[in-house]
């Protein structure tokens, strides 16, 4: 029994079947062939290498319509290296002289390329270097079979490990096949861990050596409240963590009840508590659990799990999806923000050094017009049936901001020109997420109408930590006094020109900074649907004066740790039975 400690981003406790993905060049099977098996071996090595051909060019086509011939040339040029005979011809022949199974054959034929290439100490030659590491997992995924495949096969939802998962592949698990995930990359705030409590299953991640201390089929546990994975665990140990699961589901009941009720301070303020959702569908999730709306729609998300990019009209049948499930409720529908760990990279025939500094949100959508006009005609179609609030996102400079306007001035003359029924004077907000913004403020509020904060990156841009690297997981933190202080001015710069300012970062779902939130002057808070019930809680526990001077107290401090403690102690004296899990350290 292996006990392995990571971050827990999504809770639940489980018990099942681990599926290892990603694992492909790490756990190659060899064994010697006998020579009957010589010519079936050396065609299922010709049949991966074509199956891999005719991947490479679905992929050069579909990069071509999107992002244009010069960045689809990466995959033409992936494809003529496997059809280059001085790669092909010693790996048949490894198979034949040293009896050798295919996938081993390819393993050993890269790995020796691998290692001569980077022998050149060259950057020309240390760029093959990853082409080769991308035709390796290709063919070696053919051979030992697409992960897509083994998870289609799966007959009962299993644990799914991985060094890394992108949003993108997490989504596309979903429920259905997966009871957990644990990851040995990521952090609490990551896009993947956010995809993680969209789904709702437990998640730990961040859990180092994952892959290596785990086999497929090894039964499990995954606690995604204290962040630990049991491998192979005793009799004793299952039993333990099972009642724990169950304590903790009976108080997630219990806190449930709070959905129906209204978020009202004991003082009497009505504070507003929205949904964060990804796809149209979560609309239900955000109802279920109270939520008055939906104060931030990913909607990227639906580039990141079809096959095609959904053009105007699948886009457009998203959003007024949305829009009608909410029934006349705030609907707040943030413009694409891809880039950074989210599509655009794969694609790009050089991957950016940087990519959370590069050409991401708003940038990316600047850059590529026609594909930002598409959105926004979706987006103004869709407002035409019902209240929709159009958002974009990492705004840092002023010019952006007025781009982006101008851009969406233009699409609606050219829907108004062709008769298009659209909301008229659509309201247009930035969310403030660098610090550049939030401390420009004051100036951005005269041309917004509104701000929501995402604290989710405004951690990682002020603190210039990555979100989601476990290696500096705890240097990250919203409780930080620069954090803080960035917060605030936001808040007063909302107030003083008057537009609407909510917060949509993970701590607005984090019961812990609720109470200091209230008293900086929020009364919108948007979060995942499912911990809009125990928000709820907090809210009707607390009077506003309370929050207030907690609020000014935090101010006073200069240390993360100080702050830290100090939110902890008074959610846990609020309400120390139900409250208690959630102040622990
Ligand atoms: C944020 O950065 O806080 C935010 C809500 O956006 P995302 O998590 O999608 O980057
Ligand atoms: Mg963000």
Not at 357 to 368: D, H, P, T, W
Request: net charge negative; hydrophobic share 45%.
């Amino acid at each position: 029994m292996d006990a392995l400690r990571g971050i827990a981003v999504s809770p639940g406790i489980v018990v099942g079947k681990a599926l290892l993905l990603g694992a492909a060049e790490t756990h190659v099977p060899r064994r010697t062939i006998s020579p009957k098996e010589i010519d079936r071996e050396q065609q299922r090595f010709r049949d991966a290498v074509a199956g891999a051909i005719t991947d490479l060019s679905v992929l050069r086509r579909r990069t071509e319509g999107q992002l244009g011939a010069e960045t689809a040339k990466i995959f033409s040029f992936h494809e003529g290296m496997l059809q280059d005979r001085t790669l092909l011809d010693p790996i048949l022949a490894t198979i034949a002289s040293q009896r050798l199974n295919a996938e081993a054959a390819v393993s050993e034929q890269f790995d020796m390329l691998t290692q001569q290439f980077r022998a050149m100490k060259s950057d020309v030659f240390e760029q093959k270097v990853d082409d080769l590491l991308d035709l390796h997992r290709r063919v070696l995924g053919k051979l030992m079979g697409e992960e897509e495949d083994r998870i289609a096969r799966l007959t009962e939802p299993a644990v799914i490990i991985a060094h890394e998962l992108t949003p993108s592949q997490a989504a596309a698990i979903g429920h259905g096949k997966a009871l957990a995930f644990v990851t040995e990359s990521g952090g609490q705030t990551g896009h993947v861990s956010i995809v993680f409590r969209a789904i709702g299953l437990p998640a730990v991640v961040g859990c180092k050596d994952a892959t290596v201390h785990v086999q497929d089929g090894d039964e499990v546990i995954v606690d995604g409240d204290s962040g630990v994975m049991i491998v192979r665990p005793d009799a004793a140990a299952r039993e333990e963590f099972l009642k724990r699961g169950a304590a903790a589901q009976q108080l997630r009941t219990v806190i449930s009840a709070n959905a129906s009720l209204e978020p009202v301070t004991l003082d009497g303020t009505r504070i507003q508590l929205l949904g964060n959702i990804e796809f149209p569908e979560e609309v239900q999730a955000v109802l279920r659990n109270g939520g008055d709306g939906v104060g931030l729609y990913r909607t990227e998300f639906l580039f990141l799990t079809g096959e095609e990019t959904p053009d105007e009209e699948t886009q457009y049948q998203s959003y007024k999806r949305t829009v009608e499930l909410l029934a006349g409720r705030t609907c707040i529908l943030r413009t694409l923000d891809l880039g950074a760990d989210k599509w655009t990279q794969g694609m790009l025939q050089e991957p950016e050094r940087n990519p959370f500094l590069g050409l991401r949100s708003i940038r990316f959508s600047l850059k590529n017009q026609p594909m930002f006009k598409t959105q926004l005609r979706a987006i103004l179609r869709a407002s035409a049936h019902g209240p929709l609030r159009i958002m974009f996102p990492l705004v840092s400079t002023l010019m952006e901001l007025r781009q982006a306007r101008l851009i969406l001035r233009d699409v609606m003359e050219e829907l108004d020109e062709e008769g298009v029924a659209i909301d008229q004077r659509p309201k247009v907000g930035i969310m403030i997420e660098v610090p550049s913004a939030a401390l420009m403020a004051r100036t951005f509020a005269a041309e917004a109408d509104f701000f929501s904060i995402g604290t989710n990156d405004l951690v990682q841009y002020t603190l210039a930590v990555d979100r989601g690297n476990e290696r500096v997981a705890n240097l990250y933190t919203a409780a930080s006094p620069a954090v803080l202080q960035l917060v605030k001015n936001v808040i007063r710069s909302g107030r003083h020109v008057g537009i609407e300012t909510s917060l949509c970062g993970e701590i607005a779902g984090d019961p812990v900074f609720t109470m200091l939130l209230l008293g900086m002057g929020l009364r919108t808070l948007s979060m995942v649907p499912a911990q809009i019930p125990v928000v709820k809680r907090v809210v009707r526990s607390v009077d506003i004066g309370l929050c207030e001077r907690l609020a000014r107290k935090v101010g006073s401090f200069d240390s993360e740790r100080q702050i830290q403690t100090m939110l902890r102690d008074e959610l846990r004296k609020l309400d120390p039975a139900n409250f208690g899990g959630w102040a622990a350290a």
